[in-house]
C-alpha cells in the first residue's frame, strides 16, 4: 500500500512547490496538503496517515503545537519539522515532539530520501501497538547511577565537554539522544556526527545543561521494573562490543576510512538498545525471559522472537530510525545478528559489530558456545573476511582482559 504524508505550510507558493517537486513521487506515497495547523487536524481525522511534515513558524497554530497534538492523538504517525531559523528555545521545544527536522529550505533529494528512509523502516514493525509504542518515545532510560553522575556534573560550575562526552559514553539511552539531536537540523550541523564527544562539543555545554537540566531529555530506568544487574550487564556487553568493534575495523582491511571506525564504536554502543525498550515497556516478560536465557541459555534475540514475534533487533532499529540517526548505524542495530540479508556486501560498521557480538559473548562466556554460534561464516566468506577472525579473535580476547578497554 502507499505511504500517506501530510504536508503543512501556511505559504502557497511553498505549498505549491512541493506538489511539483514529489509529483514523480506520487506512484509511491498518496500526499495531502493543508495552509495550517487546524487543517491538518481536521484532515488527519477524516483519513489515516503515516507521516507530517510541517513548517516551524504559522499563524494561530505552529508546528511546535501541532506535532504536540499529532503526538497526543496520532503518536504513531512519524513527524518531521522543517527548523528554519529558530530561537535556542524553540529549537529545544521541537526537538521534544518531533523525530527529525530539516532545514528550510530543504533540497528536494534531502526531502525526498528522509521520506523513502524512513518508510523503509516501517516494514521492520508489523504490529501496530508496538510501533505506535514506539513512536511515542522521546528517550531511552539511562542506568540510574549514570543519571546520577550526568545530572551532578552538569550542575557543576566547571564542566567540560570533554567530562560530559565521556559520561553520556557510556550510556546507550543517553548517546542515542545526544545523536538524535546532534544530527538534525535542530542545531544547524550539516555534517553527520556519530560520537557522543563530537556531539557534546558541537553543542557545547550551555547548550546541554539546558536540554538536560530544563527539558529533561535524559531519563532514569525504573528499577522496579527490571534488576539492577541486567542494566549493568547490558552496558558492559555494548562497551565491550563497541570498543572491540572500534579495533577490528582498523584492521578490516587496507584503507578503512576513520568514520567508519567511529561509526563501528557508536553503533556496538547502541547494538542491543531495542532491549532497553522492550524491558522498559513489557518489564515482567523481560524479566522472564532473562531468567530463561539464564537457566535454559537461549539467546534473547530467539527468546524475544518466540514471546513478542519481534526482536531487540527490529525494535531498536525503527527507534533510531525515526530518529535520524546514521544509516550505517540503523543497519548495525537492524543486522547485527543476520548480515547476509543486508544487499551491500562490502566491509562495514555492521561487519565488525556482528563479528564484536559473538566474540563479546564468547569472551564474557567462555564455556558458552553461543557465541561462535552467532558468526555468519557465508557471509565473512562472501567478504573474504574469515582468514581474519584468529586475528580478531586474539584483538577481543585482549580487549576483554583489559576490561573492555583498546590501549
Known amino acids: 500500500m502507499k505511504k500517506q504524508i501530510l504536508f503543512v505550510d501556511d505559504e502557497a507558493n511553498l505549498l505549491q512547490g512541493l506538489k511539483r517537486m514529489l509529483r514523480p513521487m506520487r506512484h509511491e506515497w498518496d500526499m495531502a496538503f493543508a495552509d495550517s495547523g487546524p487543517d491538518a487536524l481536521k484532515i488527519l481525522g477524516r483519513s489515516p496517515f503515516d507521516m507530517v511534515v510541517t513548517d516551524m513558524?504559522?499563524?494561530?497554530?505552529?508546528?511546535?503545537?501541532?506535532?504536540?497534538?499529532?503526538?497526543?492523538?496520532?503518536?504513531?504517525?512519524?513527524?518531521?519539522?522543517?527548523?528554519?531559523?529558530?530561537?535556542?528555545?524553540?529549537?529545544?521545544?521541537?526537538?521534544?515532539?518531533?523525530?527529525?527536522?530539516?532545514?528550510?529550505?530543504?533540497?528536494?533529494?534531502?526531502?525526498?530520501?528522509?521520506i523513502a528512509r524512513t518508510f523503509a523502516l516501517y516494514d521492520l514493525l508489523a504490529d501496530n501497538s508496538l510501533k505506535q509504542m514506539v513512536s511515542k518515545m522521546d528517550s531511552l532510560p539511562s542506568i540510574p547511577s549514570v543519571y546520577s553522575e550526568i545530572m551532578e556534573i552538569l550542575r557543576s560550575e566547571d564542566a567540560s565537554t570533554r567530562e560530559v562526552g565521556k559520561i553520556i559514553e557510556k550510556d546507550t539511552g543517553m548517546t542515542a539522544k545526544i545523536l538524535q539531536l546532534s544530527n538534525s537540523a535542530f542545531f544547524g550541523l550539516r555534517k553527520k556526527i556519530s560520537s557522543p564527544a563530537d556531539a557534546t562539543t558541537f553543542l557545547g555545554i550551555e547548550t546541554i545543561k539546558t536540554l538536560v537540566l530544563s527539558f529533561q531529555i535524559f531519563s532514569q530506568f525504573d528499577l522496579k521494573k527490571v534488576d539492577k544487574s541486567f542494566l549493568e550487564e547490558l552496558w558492559s556487553h555494548n562497551m565491550l562490543v563497541g570498543t572491540i568493534a572500534k579495533k577490528i575495523s582498523e584492521q578490516g582491511g587496507e584503507g578503512q576510512k576513520q568514520d567508519i571506525s567511529d561509526?563501528?564504536?557508536?553503533?556496538?554502543?547502541?547494538?542491543?538498545?531495542?532491549?532497553?525498550?522492550?524491558?522498559?515497556?513489557?518489564?515482567?516478560?523481560?524479566?522472564?525471559?532473562?531468567?530463561?536465557?539464564?537457566?535454559?541459555?537461549?539467546?534473547?534475540?530467539?527468546?524475544?522472537?518466540?514471546?513478542?514475534?519481534?526482536?531487540?533487533?527490529?525494535?531498536?532499529?525503527?527507534?533510531?530510525?525515526?530518529?535520524?540517526?546514521?544509516?550505517?548505524?540503523?543497519?548495525?542495530?537492524?543486522?547485527?545478528?543476520?548480515?547476509g540479508k543486508l544487499t551491500e556486501k562490502q566491509f562495514s560498521p555492521l561487519t565488525a559489530v556482528?563479528?564484536?557480538?559473538?566474540?563479546?559473548?564468547?569472551?564474557?562466556?567462555?564455556?558458552?558456545e553461543s557465541g561462535s554460534s552467532l558468526l555468519d561464516y557465508e557471509y565473512l566468506s562472501e567478504l573474504n573476511l574469515a582468514d581474519h577472525l584468529t586475528t580478531w579473535t586474539a584483538t577481543s580476547r585482549s580487549i576483554s582482559q583489559k576490561g573492555g578497554v583498546d590501549e
Open 263 to 339: 561509526q563501528s564504536f557508536m553503533a556496538g554502543l547502541l547494538h542491543d538498545c531495542g532491549k532497553l525498550v522492550l524491558a522498559d515497556h513489557f518489564p515482567e516478560k523481560y524479566c522472564e525471559l532473562i531468567t530463561r536465557s539464564k537457566k535454559e541459555k537461549i539467546s534473547f534475540f530467539e527468546g524475544e522472537r518466540e514471546i513478542f514475534d519481534v526482536t531487540h533487533s527490529e525494535v531498536g532499529a525503527y527507534l533510531m530510525g525515526i530518529w535520524g540517526l546514521p544509516v550505517p548505524i540503523i543497519e548495525v542495530i537492524a543486522f547485527h545478528h543476520c548480515p
Open 57 to 114: 513558524r504559522m499563524p494561530a497554530m505552529d508546528g511546535i503545537q501541532l506535532l504536540s497534538e499529532i503526538k497526543r492523538l496520532y503518536p504513531q504517525i512519524t513527524r518531521i519539522i522543517f527548523s528554519g531559523d529558530l530561537a535556542e528555545k524553540l529549537r529545544m521545544k521541537s526537538a521534544q515532539v518531533s523525530h527529525q527536522s530539516l532545514a528550510k529550505p530543504c533540497d528536494s533529494e534531502m526531502l525526498k530520501s528522509t
Open 354 to 368: 556482528h563479528v564484536a557480538n559473538a566474540l563479546a559473548y564468547d569472551n564474557q562466556s567462555p564455556d558458552d
